[in-house]
């Protein structure tokens, strides 16, 4: 049997937002690897007085294309920039921008998005909310468009603890259409002043504008062949195009790098709760896949309901955080870094209140001691507000670590069962079968090449084991002066009440 997916993109030209960030990059990767793909266009913004031109020609030397450029010297011949803001009025769109993409797209993959839990309201409705309108807007006017994909978030719907693959507008406390037209007559200060009223049970600006986002989709998309795509945590790729790639400090890989760098030590999170992580690649596999699935629909039926597919771990082959923080540092152990700075541990309390005390002792009071050093050899003092920043990141992520969620992946499972066996071995996002062992060992290796930058060569390796006995021995002469310096207090204490 063909491959369905193959056939389906074949000659085909994509239209894609958020194709400079992690999942976008291994989207047009995957599609121009494994598929025959005519062209795609990649939507592209300008920034610090950088041109798109300029950015594009970076983009292309990411690692991420290496595997493809080997195999496929002209590969990236194929993508093609197209200079706009999703948040700007009709995207910051040329005529002749928008005239190609209308005459000439099938798939649009939207994925452009604001991942800041924290970004101000006006500006996470901006990108998650309104840059939704306007790509269905741009979209009812593409002549052969053949499926849209709007990349959402498993946790558009988090004030639900069992999260299925529909729409959920009744925890919206406001229409979106009201509260775009709120976005546009109210400055961002009087905007924020009411986040707390319009956010209602969302824990924050992201799930909140993600939420709208899908209701836009539900409420102005339903004659177009559109689907969403509700990804779980996404970290580093598994397998493809190299093992372990991420390209930046984000989420739950954050954490990751701080406790292997040796700055993160007291951790807000339960233990027992499940991680519903998903790896990059498997991600991007769902995304494509789902392209095809949205237009096979479509073309049996235009007016059936808008298909949702969410994708998280499975029951059968779960992780806990507990079982993730075990993993990450046996892991790490093999491939130790050569610039942690000091042992790597994690305690961990799912205590707001035990957390908030301890960040002083775990970090604070260490941070400001690195500080004063600092300053001594005439360096900026950073420490402190790095320990401010994973604080706030910390507690921004305790919604969803303090609790389970179950998210039910009924139309990803049906998705998978319905592929044949060549799209299941090209197209691969099977997470009952996931390797967790290797998984890990690949991440850890992602995290040492991509963030620290340091290739795992024998030297390199052999330097960090060195560095990491050393700061064992440390960890443990510290710990030990510590004990007899509380032991001394505490022996002071007993004599003074003594006497």
Sequence with gaps: ??????????????????????????????????TDVKRIY????????????????????????????????????????????????EMALSQADRSILIAEVQVVIHGAASV????????AININTRAVRLMVQLAKEMRRLEAFVHISTAFSNCVAYKIEERFYPEHLTCPVDKVLDLTESLSGETLETMAPALLGKYPNTYTYTKALGEQVIQEEAKDLPVGIFRPAIITSTFKEPVRGWIDGLQGLIALVFGSAYGIVRLVLVNLKVNVPVVPADYCVNVAIASAAQIAKIYREDKKSAIPIYAYSSCESNSLTYGDLSEQCFQKGMLMPNENMIWYPFNHNTACPYVYDIGTYFYHFLPGFLIDIALRLKGQKAVMVERYRKIDEGMKSLFPFTRRNFEIKTNHTDQLWQSMSPEDKETFNFDMSSLNWDEYFINVMYGVRLYLFKESPTEESVAKGKRNIYRLYVLDRVLRFVMILAASAFLWFLYNLALN
């Design 1 to 34: 049997m063909s491959s369905e997916i193959v056939s389906f993109y074949k000659d085909k030209t994509v239209f894609l937002t958020g194709g400079t960030g992690l999942l976008g990059k291994v989207i047009i990767e995957k599609l121009l690897r494994s």
């Design 42 to 89: 990649m939507l592209v913004r300008a920034k610090r007085g950088e041109k798109v031109e300029g950015r594009f020609e970076a983009w292309k030397k990411d690692q991420v294309f290496e595997v493809l450029l080997k195999n496929k010297p002209h590969a990236l011949e194929h993508v093609t920039p197209i200079s706009g803001d999703c948040c700007a009025p």
């Design 116 to 123: 800041r839990f924290i970004e101000p309201l006006q500006q």
